[in-house]
């Protein structure tokens, strides 16, 4: 069983009352598929209606945060050294298409690291949620990354490169290598969830590269506590704000990094 800390009590609050009105939002999109005019201004108009809402009730309990978030302007709070990082809706794309494939990320980076994070997929009611050192959950079941060596038996998770982030050359090559190599591609549309998922075990693995730290920031602490290894794909340490993410077992790490390299090789 897990305790929920004040602070993520307070974090995971503020999801809930946000996604209220969100889930609501969403029944709208699905019904604005068929419309002439498309969801597009409604689900921007979501999109920063549940960023201010998340904003005003992490204010209130901790008013000398600051902020860094997808849809508003970043604050420097009166306490400089917290803030929090959000993606108020990751996944927009499914969420304008009517696929309930979309989370909520919140994250508090404290002194440049993250300490606490949470994802929320609202449709599904599923809480993920990791503090530094105190282990990730489900809800109120821990977490523990998948056990599966073997590239054969895995599911691994991506981002394929799309408009505006196709400048990416290499993505293809490891793509084909990895697809080749593991029991299964998936690609949902939402990094915060995708590490979840590897938090999880329900993903063994997952990369993607062009991200920006609020779709991340929770997901990584995530896959951390869940006991995942976390690299840039090229290896190195960090991906926060690089935004080039591999995340997986032990194992599976090791085997997708030999496989991407080789892969950028041959190229
Ligand atoms: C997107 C999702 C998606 C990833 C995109 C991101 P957004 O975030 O995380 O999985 O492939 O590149 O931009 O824009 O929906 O917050």
Known sequence: MSRTSPLMNVMQLAVRKASRR????FGEVENLQVSRKGPGDF???????????LRESLAQSRPTFGFLTEEGEDIVGEDATRRWIIDPIDGTTNFMHGIPMF??????????????????????????????????????RRLRVSSRRNMGDA?????????GRADNPGYMAELSAISAECAGIRRMGSAALDLAYVAA?????FWETGLSPWDIAAGLLLAREAGAMVSRTD????????????AAN???????????????REQ
Do not use: C
């Open 250 to 264: 032990e194992a599976i790490h090791g085997r997708m990094l030999r496989l991407m390299r080789q892969a950028r």
């Open 103 to 140: 989370s909520i990320s919140i994250a508090l980076e404290e002194q440049g690291e993250v300490t606490a994070g949470l994802v929320y997929a609202p449709v599904s009611d599923e809480m993920f949620w990791a503090e530094k050192g105190q282990g990730a959950y489900l809800n109120d």
């Open 22 to 25: 969100l889930v609501r939002d």
């Open 235 to 246: 290896g190195g340490s960090d991906p926060l704000y690089t935004g080039d993410v591999l």
């Open 201 to 205: 075990g329900r993903f063994d693995g």
């Open 155 to 163: 599911v691994i998770g991506t981002g394929i490169p799309h408009l």
């Open 43 to 53: 689900v921007t108009a979501a999109d920063v209606r549940t960023d201010q809402k």
